[in-house]
């Protein structure tokens, strides 16, 4: 006959966890990423479970929480950290919700004695959350002789180990250049638990994603914008530089400035009163003014060039 000690209530402490919340906040804010939405359910899953062991007093490993998150700029590998420090955090394995989010210049220095006390600080700064190292490659530059990356990755390497109750790290950039980082990174590798790959948006989760972001913005898109955005979608993805909802967001703003500019001209010339509806409407014509339509770039480019 079992007893109070050999049995847990699951449902009961997945409530209480709240970590459904968070999941079901996800699959709200961020279109398709289908894997991506399966993988942190299965990571949420895996560390609920642990923790149930552990209340029930079976030995078991921490589990390893460092990560990696690859894929091209505009997938939504920032806001999938957030949520995942919210994840960590409700469950008990970190002690604050909050990421620090940082690049090589916020860790590598110019000069002998300059790298360790950057690196240091954001560590510093990031204890107790997750710290989120975006093209994370970048601080491994073997060409130069005279780089400064490799010290800051041997102390996040001990960090890593050292305070991986206290601290997780998400490496993230480009999958192939993550590849090559690890291969020349083996101890960085070896201390990734979780790899998660970020799939490229289609033409219909980008539409979807214009349409979700004009709402956020109190903008509406006639028929005809929305047609406009369609075939905007089609040719700025064949264009250089392309950064999946990054690269939607930008279109927006700009179209959202030649939507001014229209309804300023248009008070001005026939000096008449503009409506709410005037204001929040984006038509066909704010968004076909893009270059992008005569084979151009629609302003500057949405990621740098490397």
Not at 86 to 102: A, E, T
Request: aromatic content about 6%; proline content about 3%; charged content about 25%.
């Amino acid at each position: 006959m079992a007893t109070k000690s050999d049995k847990i209530d699951m449902q009961a402490l997945l409530e209480a966890s709240h970590i459904n919340e968070v999941l079901d906040k996800l699959d709200q804010d961020l279109v398709g990423l289908v894997p991506v939405k399966q993988r942190m359910r299965e990571i949420a899953a895996y560390l609920l479970i642990t923790k149930a062991r552990l209340q029930l007093g079976i030995e078991a490993a921490k589990p390893s929480l460092h990560m990696c998150f690859t894929g091209n700029p505009g997938t939504g590998k920032t806001t999938v950290a957030l949520k995942m420090a919210d994840i960590l955090h409700r469950l008990g394995y970190i002690r604050q919700n909050h990421v620090v989010s940082v690049t090589r210049d916020d860790l590598v220095g110019q000069y002998i004695g300059h790298t360790a006390p950057k690196t240091k600080e954001v560590i510093k700064k990031a204890m107790g959350g997750v710290l989120f190292i975006d093209e994370a490659y970048y601080l491994y530059k073997p060409e130069n002789e005279r780089d400064y990356g490799q010290e800051s990755i041997e102390i996040l390497l001990q960090t890593m180990e050292n305070h991986r109750d206290d601290l997780v790290v998400i490496l993230a950039g480009y999958q192939d250049r993550m590849g090559t980082f690890f291969k020349s990174n083996p101890g960085m590798s070896s201390r990734i638990a979780h790899h998660i790959d970020f799939p490229d948006y289609d033409e219909n989760e980008l539409l979807e994603i214009a349409n979700m972001m004009s709402a956020d913005m109190h903008y509406n898109l006639d028929s005809g914008a929305e047609k406009a955005m369609q075939d905007y979608i089609l040719k700025r993805k064949q264009q250089p530089h392309f950064a999946n909802a990054r690269s939607i967001r930008n279109a927006l703003d700009r179209a959202r400035l030649r939507q001014a500019n229209r309804l300023f001209n248009d008070a001005i010339k026939h000096k008449k009163d503009t409506t709410a509806a005037d204001l929040s409407l984006i038509t066909a014509a704010d968004i076909r003014a893009s270059r992008v339509f005569s084979g151009g770039l629609d302003g500057e480019s949405d990621v740098k060039k490397t």
